[in-house]
């Protein structure tokens, strides 16, 4: 199982960027992958997940009606589109699995990692 996320870079107040997380080893059907941040001295937080099957999303309250989680079933990646970025969205960005069809916001819940991409909104 791998997972490979890609996109992050710097970016001023009220920008945009799109992350992407190329997934690969597993069959997609079964899992959900999400995203998630970490920024400095804080925990690791839930952005936003999807189901690889159906069209179930989930978001933190703190990006929704800015981000948006989908997918592309032919290159099997999910992207995370972030519009309005905020000073406070800056953080390393995280993609990962899970098997099953519920789309946990906890951390824990995941079995699967890419490494980071960092996101830095700033002016």
Same mark, same amino acid.
């Given at each position: ?6 996109? $992050?870079?710097?970016? @001023?107040?009220? %920008?945009?960027? !799109?992350l992407s997380?190329? &997934?690969?080893?597993? #069959? ?5 992958? $999400?995203?998630?941040? @970490?920024?400095? %001295?804080?925990? !690791?937080?839930?952005?936003? &997940?999807?189901?690889? #099957? ?38 390393v960005y ?30």
């Amino acid at each position: 199982v791998q997972l490979q996320a890609s996109g $992050g870079g710097l970016v @001023q107040p009220g %920008g945009s960027l !799109r992350l992407s997380c190329v &997934a690969s080893g597993f #069959s997609l059907d079964e899992y959900c992958i $999400g995203w998630f941040r @970490q920024a400095p %001295g804080k925990e !690791r937080e839930f952005v936003a &997940a999807l189901r690889w #099957s159906g069209s179930n999303t989930r978001y933190a309250d703190s990006v929704k009606g800015r981000f948006t989680i989908s997918r592309d079933n032919a290159t099997t990646t999910v992207y995370l589109q972030m519009n309005s970025l905020k000073p406070e969205d800056t953080a390393v960005y995280y993609c990962a699995a899970r098997e099953g069809y519920y789309l946990h916001s906890d951390p824990n819940e995941y079995d699967y990692w890419g490494r980071g991409t960092l996101v830095t909104v700033s002016s």
